[in-house]
């Protein structure tokens, strides 16, 4: 079992930086694929990124690249997502995901865990 708990998030200017946290308990990050889902008002919940626990390879939405980073720190169990330079339509409740599989995939069935999600809220 795998228990995210995702924290960070808040109300900012457009423009603004935000970086959400997602610590990981009872299992080692290391072996862990981990993502980011969101959906905002009225919106299907759609893919953000992920990355891999092989080779820390990082994948990212249309969305987001050049604005979004993921990063890990399995010394932390602790997996991140920088936001930059943030918009209002990037305003949704953002969830951690992680998956034993190897990979990152691009739809949630994909992730056997999830947590509770944090909101991010960005005016204009």
């Known amino acids: 079992q795998v228990q995210l708990r995702e924290s960070g998030g808040g109300l900012v200017q457009a423009g603004d930086s935000l970086t959400l946290s997602c610590e990981a308990s009872g299992r080692t990050l290391s072996r862990i694929a981990m993502g980011w889902f969101r959906q905002g008002p009225g919106k299907e919940r759609e893919f953000v990124g992920g990355?891999?626990?092989?080779?820390?390879?990082?994948y990212l939405a249309e969305s987001v690249k050049g604005r979004f980073t993921i990063s890990r720190n399995n010394g932390k169990n602790t997996a991140y997502l920088q936001m930059n330079n943030l918009e209002p339509e990037d305003t949704a409740v953002y969830y951690c995901?992680?998956?034993?599989?190897?990979?990152?995939?691009?739809?949630?069935?994909?992730?056997?865990?999830w947590g509770q999600g944090t909101q991010v809220t960005v005016s204009s």
């Open positions: 995901v992680a998956t034993l599989k190897r990979g990152v995939g691009r739809t949630w069935p994909h992730y056997e865990y």
């Open positions: 990355i891999t626990w092989s080779d820390d390879m990082t």
